[in-house]
């Protein structure tokens, strides 16, 4: 079981003096470039199939069964009905309309600047290349500014990281929780304090290493997109409610 407190009595200890913070680096700091150094156009479709195609389909997934299963099986129907026929009646269906067109428009976004990252051989948790801009001279050639990834300074970076991961995302999480919530009550709770325990271990374990983040972030993304599966079955459900026999 995780536990925050537990993991930091055991892992405060100080990096090992091993550390190199030039592994797999080039002159520049950067991840070397091999003829296996993806295009920009093939990270772009890479992400591009993932967040609108492979991530939504489980998320729909999840988010139908979810329902059928409360709906039918745990004896929520009316109450569901009751409150799709109110959205319906007030025309709420158009907020998680809105909340969804500003969910694409960030995805789009992640879809740019994750398709630009591979080209430019820019490692996490790095999320900026910055450079001496000399047009000539000694420092014309001069290695790129990136953050520290080794000793104590590299775990403050990665732990600052996993903050900011998360703030980035969470204005879109609270604004489908609340969707969801609104419907779905503690099954939306449930799934909160699931995603907030897989950011917790996420932050933790970006902490001690870079692919130390995966498992609690993998955790909060089923989470989170569980969760917005849900605002758009709440959606559909609020703009479609008469029409919709199930």
Excluded at 32 to 38: E, L, R, V
Excluded at 78 to 107: E, I, N, T
Excluded at 128 to 133: D, F, G, P, R, W
């Amino acid at each position: 079981f995780f536990s925050p407190i537990s993991q930091a009595q055991t892992m405060s200890h100080p990096a090992p003096a091993t550390e190199n913070e030039f592994e797999g680096r080039d002159a520049q700091g950067l991840v070397p470039a091999t003829d296996k150094t993806p295009s920009e156009a093939a990270e772009m479709q890479k992400y591009m199939k993932m967040l609108f195609g492979v991530v939504p389909v489980i998320g729909q997934g999840l988010a139908w069964g979810t329902y059928f299963a409360m709906a039918y099986g745990g004896g929520q129907k009316a109450a569901y009905d009751a409150k799709f026929a109110f959205a319906h009646q007030h025309q709420l269906g158009y907020v998680g309309l809105a909340v969804g067109c500003l969910s694409v428009a960030r995805k789009l976004l992640v879809v740019s600047a994750n398709g630009a990252r591979a080209p430019a051989r820019v490692d996490r948790p790095d999320q900026h290349i910055y450079k001496v801009m000399a047009k000539d001279g000694p420092l014309k050639d001069a290695p790129c500014v990136l953050m520290a990834s080794t000793g104590p300074a590299g775990r403050f970076n990665r732990a600052q990281r996993a903050v900011f991961n998360m703030d980035e995302s969470l204005p879109l999480t609270l604004a489908n929780t609340l969707l969801a919530t609104a419907v779905f009550g503690p099954v939306a709770t449930v799934l909160s304090a699931v995603g907030a325990f897989g950011r917790a271990r996420f932050g933790w374990g970006y902490k001690e290493s870079v692919k130390g983040r995966f498992s609690g972030f993998m955790l909060s993304v089923l989470a989170e997109n569980w969760t917005e599966g849900l605002a758009v079955v709440s959606t559909i459900k609020a703009l479609l409610q008469p029409w919709i026999p199930f």
